[in-house]
């Protein structure tokens, strides 16, 4: 059982950044294949980026165009997400997730079979 709580969102202007946050409980984070995924309104959930097991490698969906770095720190058992010039197309409730099953990388979000609640990432033109 892992338990994911995402903090960070908020509201920014264009061309702002923000780095969220997910911390992990019940398995450490060291161990786990990772992932940040987003969904707007009226669309669906969209890969955003995601980190292997063993860290070392990350993946990015096409949206990411370069603003975004996934990241985690082990001691604190923590997976970021740090977004760059944050564009309005940008908003979208952000939630981590974790696949305990694979070496990790998917993009697909039924490969995860734990979440967040989300944090809500708003931005203003």
């Known amino acids: 059982q892992v338990q994911l709580v995402e903090s960070g969102g908020g509201l920014a202007q264009t061309g702002a950044s923000l780095r969220l946050s997910c911390v992990a409980s019940g398995r450490t984070i060291s161990r786990i294949a990772m992932a940040w995924f987003r969904q707007a309104p009226g669309e669906e959930r969209e890969f955003v980026a995601a980190i292997s097991r063993s860290g070392g490698t990350t993946y990015y969906g096409g949206s990411a165009g370069g603003r975004f770095t996934i990241s985690r720190d082990n001691a604190k058992n923590t997976l970021f997400l740090q977004i760059n010039s944050l564009k309005p197309e940008d908003t979208a409730v952000y939630s981590c997730?974790?696949?305990?099953?694979?070496?990790?990388?998917?993009?697909?979000?039924?490969?995860?079979?734990?979440w967040g609640q989300g944090t809500q990432v708003t931005v203003s033109s």
């Open positions: 997730a974790a696949d305990l099953t694979s070496a990790g990388g998917s993009s697909y979000y039924a490969d995860y079979e734990y």
